[in-house]
């Protein structure tokens, strides 16, 4: 069985301030696909990144950045220098086969 | 950019009446997914559809439930007989492959 966990519940920090989320997953998969969504107060579900099992290069992209590590199951997610418009619920989630397991999602406040 | 769209944006429904939730995939991609929000809760999945037929279901989707892809655009999930604790937010999805692209969900309401 899959499970994704989302450690934190909620996040606040002050506009400028660098925050990770943090995602830990179970799987016995040996291929499967990591993703990170965000859910903006209106409601939608944006697709922010994949990753598959067997790519561990870390990315960045502008001010996000993700670290993929396979040895401890984890796919945290870094915002750099936070801003208002970053508040969300960040949604990671894992693939294996057809359907994606959410996380519980974490709660990000960024305070001007 | 392509979008999936969903109609209606909001349903109000009463208990046990049967409701058609509608999807418009990304033209080219060829899976198609329901998810469900409960409000305040994470995403669960419910169906996946690839080649007219269901690929995969969760424990969620039980008899109540059915989708289709009545034309070569359309989408839907039929819940026959609504409960009230079937009001959550619905999701559907499509993709090319891997990433999944979301609409922005009907908001269902059972009432």
């Known amino acids: 069985a899959q499970k994704v966990t989302q450690a934190q519940t909620e996040i606040s920090v002050v506009e400028k301030e660098d925050v990770t989320l943090d995602c830990v997953y179970e799987t016995r998969d040996t291929t499967y696909y990591l993703f990170w969504y965000k859910q903006p107060p209106s409601g939608e579900l944006v697709f922010l990144i994949r990753?598959?099992?067997?790519?561990?290069q870390n990315e960045i992209s502008g001010r996000y950045s993700w670290n993929f590590q396979k040895s401890t199951s984890s796919f945290n997610f870094t915002i750099t220098a936070s801003q208002v418009v970053d508040s969300a619920v960040y949604f990671c989630?894992?693939?294996?086969?057809?359907?994606?397991?959410f996380g519980e999602g974490t709660q990000l406040t960024v305070n001007p | 950019e392509p979008e999936v769209t969903q109609t209606p944006s909001h349903q109000v429904t009463q208990m046990g009446q049967e409701v058609i939730l509608r999807c418009v995939p990304i033209s080219n991609h060829l899976y198609f997914y329901w998810y469900r929000q409960i409000l305040g809760q994470k995403v669960e999945f419910l169906v996946s559809f690839y080649n007219n037929e269901i690929s995969e279901k969760s424990e969620i989707f039980d008899d109540q439930f059915s989708v289709e892809r009545p034309d070569g655009s359309n989408f839907t999930l039929k819940i026959r007989s609504t409960k009230l604790e079937d009001s959550a937010m619905y999701f559907c999805a499509s993709s090319p492959g891997y990433e999944q692209y979301f609409g922005p969900g009907t908001r269902l309401t059972v009432t």
């Open positions: 990753r598959n099992s067997f790519d561990e």
């Open positions: 989630a894992l693939a294996s086969g057809s359907r994606l397991t």
